[in-house]
């Protein structure tokens, strides 16, 4: 069990770029979310693939954020046209499918828009 | 609709102390999941426990316990005799019984045990 493992661990970029993210779940987990947290608050559920589909997503997600998995294992979250709220930690986390297993979380990936 | 209260933001204790994390749950679920997760100065989240709705059998785990309580929608976890490694920011978090058992957590609570 190597854990989840996330890519870059930080990213800095100007307003308007274009930045993308990979998440590598734990190997045998089929479920895979996407969070994003703010300074001082609790992570906020982003999006959740089962397998490769994209099951869900929250009204959080605009149009400028998209997210795959495209063989149902490492998965990429895209932020098109960055703008300074986007500024934040995004946390991948993956997990068994069961009713109650617990979701095993990376050390995600800190954005910081100038 | 869904939500985790942690109305404590921060708590600083001494070390040795005993200290009680407090977490309050709102949902119309009957099957629902309860964990807490630790968030040390790294950031990785650290999953300590989880619990289901119909399993309100406090747990203890060396020096850390658990306290479910469904008469009063809450979820408490206390820390026996603190230590400065336990410093960190922990969150409750509720999951839906069905479906995408997204996380709903809190705003956590930050725990400072001084030396």
């Known amino acids: 069990d190597t854990g989840v493992s996330q890519d870059p661990r930080h990213k800095i970029t100007k307003r308007g770029q274009n930045v993308t993210f990979r998440c590598d779940p734990i190997s045998e987990h089929n479920r895979l979310y996407w969070y994003r947290q703010t300074l001082g608050q609790g992570p906020e559920f982003l999006t959740y693939?089962?397998?490769?589909?994209?099951?869900?997503k929250s009204r959080l997600l605009s149009d400028r954020f998209s997210a795959e998995r495209p063989k149902g294992s490492f998965s990429t979250l895209e932020i098109q046209h960055t703008e300074q709220g986007d500024s934040a930690m995004y946390l991948c986390?993956?997990?068994?499918?069961?009713?109650?297993?617990?979701?095993?979380f990376g050390d995600g990936t800190r954005l910081s828009i100038l | 609709a869904q939500k985790v209260t942690q109305a404590q933001t921060e708590i600083s204790v001494v070390e040795k102390e005993d200290v009680t994390l407090d977490c309050v749950y709102e949902t119309r679920d009957t099957t629902y999941y309860l964990f807490w997760y630790k968030q040390p100065p790294s950031g990785e989240l650290v999953f300590l426990i989880r619990?289901?709705?119909?399993?309100?059998q406090n747990e203890i785990s060396g020096r850390y316990s658990w306290n479910f309580q469904k008469s009063t929608s809450s979820f408490n976890f206390t820390i026996t005799a603190s230590q400065v490694v336990d410093s960190a920011v922990y969150f409750c978090?509720?999951?839906?019984?069905?479906?995408?058992?997204?996380?709903?957590f809190g705003t956590g609570t930050r725990l400072k045990v001084l030396a």
């Open positions: 978090a509720l999951s839906e019984g069905s479906g995408t058992y997204k996380y709903i």
């Open positions: 619990r289901n709705s119909f399993d309100e």
């Open positions: 986390a993956s997990s068994l499918i069961g009713s109650n297993q617990p979701q095993h």
């Open positions: 693939f089962q397998n490769e589909a994209q099951l869900e």
